[in-house]
């Protein structure tokens, strides 16, 4: 499969905790993308980070990207109810998406 | 703008029959890409079109087929239905002026009986 993996497949939290997913990869990219996913509906672009950097945040995200060993991972903090959905990491080096696994969070209040 | 906007949303046939899904992109935005997510195969890539060419073609057999018009909206098309393509078929816009995020729309949940 081209896939990538994430870890955890599940995670539980509560409210005012972080989540920290992992995300690994096989080929060489020109940047990895983070998406979200609520219940089965379309997925939401939350953010962008190219081969040539290293981390980058928006808002309450956080994402690291080490090119070396092919992973990245997202995280974010103080988490809120609303953040429970599944999240999904995304290659693209040929015009394509190569999607991971995901990771199923759930933030309970 | 508005976002990515795809009909049917949800689709019920029987094996064998044939099936057409609409995408229509971001106003602007010239390349579409459509995906299919299953519980089994996660998210997968089906292929992208660009000024009405196929540009981009995942591992799919021939049955899946898709076509973009002048407009930029698309259409794919998946003939001979099997139990195996019921699925939430995703569709993505993208302006190629050098944006990499693809923007997607709701998705359709096609069901094969």
């Known amino acids: 499969s081209q896939q990538g993996e994430e870890d955890p497949q599940a995670l539980s939290i509560q409210e005012g905790e972080n989540a920290t997913m992992n995300c690994s990869y096989k080929?060489?990219?020109?940047?990895l993308q983070w998406y979200r996913q609520n219940s089965g509906r379309g997925l939401v672009h939350l953010i962008l980070?190219?081969?040539?950097?290293r981390e980058k945040h928006s808002g309450r995200l956080r994402v690291t990207l080490d090119t070396s060993k092919k992973s990245s991972s997202l995280l974010i903090t103080a988490s809120r109810a609303a953040d429970t959905a599944s999240y999904f990491c995304?290659?693209?080096?040929?015009?394509?998406?190569?999607f991971g696994t995901g990771t199923r969070l759930q933030v309970f209040p | 703008k508005a976002g990515v906007t795809q009909t049917p949303r949800y689709l019920i046939k029987t094996r064998g029959q044939q099936v057409t899904l609409s995408c229509s992109p971001i106003?602007?935005?010239?390349?579409v890409s459509w995906y299919q997510q299953t519980p089994g195969q996660g998210l997968q890539f089906l292929f992208e079109?660009?000024?009405?060419?196929?540009?981009n073609k995942g591992n799919f057999p021939g049955r899946f087929s898709g076509r973009q018009f002048s407009n930029s909206r698309s259409e794919m098309n998946v003939s001979t239905l099997e139990l195996g393509d019921s699925a939430l078929y995703l569709c993505?816009?993208?302006?190629?002026?050098?944006?990499?995020?693809?923007?997607f729309g709701p998705g359709t949940r096609l069901l094969v009986l």
């Open positions: 993505a816009s993208r302006n190629t002026g050098g944006e990499e995020t693809q923007y």
């Open positions: 080929t060489s990219i020109n940047n």
């Open positions: 980070i190219r081969s040539n950097e």
């Open positions: 995304a290659t693209d080096n040929t015009d394509k998406l190569i």
């Open positions: 106003s602007g935005h010239r390349s």
């Open positions: 079109y660009f000024s009405e060419t196929q540009r």
